[in-house]
């Protein structure tokens, strides 16, 4: 259903098998303590929808776990499931879809998954459509793995080589919404209103509020053309052609390759980032959230 995507997404994955190839899988804390706070962990049999699944980085993690998940990977972009088809994982059905129109019975789901998506859907017919497929008990739990360069503006990389990229990254500007512009975190906010004559004006509010955060660290060493794969799988850098992707280039190399750039002896560099896990639990019919069991903030 690749009608659904946004055109700068369908364009700036379409090197599917390099994405596949060179983004990195998932730390095995964080992926632990995402199914723990999505009441799965542990559970066996619990189905589980991976939404907007992509090339299945996450769902390899999920198939290989011993709960024996159900597991629906649903994906809208032709070529991404191409390739999430062919390594035939054990338990895991694929499924063409999207966000806003999901193509299962009304409380059906254990727990929702989006790995390195959701900033792309995040509006409030998903949260509709989401809240509807969930069971009473349900949980949606949300990944993502960023490098140090692709972080929000007011981010402080740990090495002026990544600082540089990551002013390289700010450069490209399309208007489209992704992780670092946070503005993910909005349609859940948006959920409860204020007013100059109250406090909170009931909304109706589909998920439960504050989302809960984990935040684990990480540093992977490649040589200076790992790096370069890496960072051209990133959509905005992928969809590059012709001049621009010369100039984009230059200003990659010129960054990694700066004096103060520190590597070890294989030739390698240290690229920094951060796994971010964000959770939050289905509000029912009668408004009151159910949080056994789920760690929320300060608890």
Not at 258 to 267: Q, R, T
Not at 283 to 299: F, H, K, N
């Amino acid at each position: 259903m690749s009608s659904a995507l946004k055109p700068s997404a369908l364009h700036g994955f379409a090197k599917s098998s390099a994405y596949d190839q060179h983004r990195p899988s998932y730390p095995v804390k964080s992926v632990q303590e995402l199914l723990k706070q999505c009441r799965v962990a542990g559970v066996q049999g619990a189905k589980v929808l991976d939404l907007a699944a992509g090339t299945g980085k996450l769902t390899e993690l999920l198939a290989a776990r011993g709960e024996g998940y159900e597991i629906v990977a649903v994906e809208p972009h032709q070529g991404m499931t191409e390739v999430l088809e062919a390594k035939g994982l054990k338990g895991v059905k694929v499924e063409d879809g999207d966000a806003e129109s999901l193509p299962f019975e009304d409380e059906s789901i254990d727990a929702i998954i989006a790995a390195q998506a959701f900033h792309w859907f995040a509006t409030h017919s998903t949260l509709k459509s989401l809240h509807r497929v969930l069971r009473p008990h349900g949980a949606l739990g949300l990944i993502w793995n960023i490098e140090h360069y692709n972080e929000a503006r007011s981010h402080v990389a740990a090495t002026s080589w990544e600082a540089k990229l990551h002013n390289l990254i700010w450069s490209f500007e399309d208007n489209e919404p992704r992780f670092r512009h946070e503005k993910w975190r909005t349609v859940f906010d948006e959920q409860i209103k204020t007013t100059p004559l109250s406090l909170l004006v009931a909304a109706d509010p589909l998920f439960a509020l504050p989302l809960g955060e984990e935040r684990e660290e990480w540093v992977v060493q490649l040589t200076k053309d790992k790096v370069w794969e890496r960072f051209a799988t990133l959509s905005q850098i992928a969809g590059l052609e012709g001049k621009e992707l010369e100039k984009t280039r230059k200003v990659f190399d010129d960054a990694i390759n700066a004096p103060d750039v520190e590597v070890n002896e294989k030739g390698e560099v240290a690229v920094h980032g951060t796994t971010y896990v964000v959770w939050t639990t289905k509000v029912p019919a009668d408004g009151r959230p159910d949080l056994t069991g789920v760690e929320r903030p300060g608890a």
